[in-house]
């Protein structure tokens, strides 16, 4: 059986910590559009409980859709490729609409969807992020709502994999570079 990762990786971020922050900023998106319907468009696979947590905080009439798009293959850094595996069910013409991502590495996969997203002609676009790593950035995008500014690790846990495992865990963790897989 493989070894467990987070039982020796180091906690980041603890379930407490995220749900209070989440909270934060669902408080804040709920003042800022002040009543005013939102599309809330979750970002596959590792959104999932991000999305879920964030949007039963939010106190506005709000919608939900989500989007796959690939962007890393089993390793840990980015291809710069993103390609759409699962697109919106649902024009967002007219509408406001909120990206919610799980992390923002070299910045290629949010660059690309908000371009894309921008050209359907919703009424205004949004970016929220779970996490931010800034260092690593490779072209210019900043998002509208960040939880938490990380350093240049690789993270796992609370929706963020390590070549498909450990999004079920509670806590954000980081993984010992020893530990990578091949
Ligand atoms: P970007 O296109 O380089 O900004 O990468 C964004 C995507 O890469 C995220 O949606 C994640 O799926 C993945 N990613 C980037 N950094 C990490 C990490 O530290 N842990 C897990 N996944 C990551
Ligand atoms: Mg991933």
Same mark, same amino acid.
């Given at each position: ?85 699962? &697109?919106? #069910?649902?024009?967002?013409? %007219? =509408?406001?609409? @909120?990206?919610?991502? $799980?992390?923002? +590495? ?54 963020? &994999?390590? #070549?498909?495992?450990?999004? %079920? =865990?509670?806590? @954000?963790?980081?993984? $010992?570079?020893? +530990?990578?897989?091949?």
């Amino acid at each position: 059986m493989k070894k467990d990762l987070s039982k020796v990786a180091k906690v980041l971020i603890s379930e407490d910590e995220l749900k209070q922050k989440i909270k934060e900023i669902a408080a804040q998106i709920t003042n800022d559009y002040n009543g005013e319907e939102v599309l809330f468009v979750g970002i596959l696979k590792g959104c999932i409980h991000f999305y879920s947590d964030l949007t039963r905080e939010i106190d506005l009439p709000l919608t939900m859709d989500f989007m796959s798009i690939s962007s890393y293959g089993a390793g840990t850094t980015s291809s710069g490729e993103v390609k759409v595996l699962k &697109d919106l #069910d649902k024009s967002i013409c %007219g =509408k406001n609409v @909120i990206i919610v991502e $799980d992390i923002i +590495d070299s910045g290629n996969t949010l660059s690309y969807l908000k371009r894309s997203l921008s050209s359907r002609q919703p009424k205004s676009i949004k970016i929220c992020t779970l996490l931010d790593k800034p260092s690593r950035r490779k072209v210019d995008i900043t998002p509208d709502y960040c939880c938490f500014e990380i350093p240049d690790e690789f993270v796992f846990g609370y929706g963020l &994999d390590v #070549d498909q495992q450990y999004r %079920g =865990k509670k806590n @954000i963790y980081i993984l $010992d570079p020893e +530990d990578y897989p091949e």
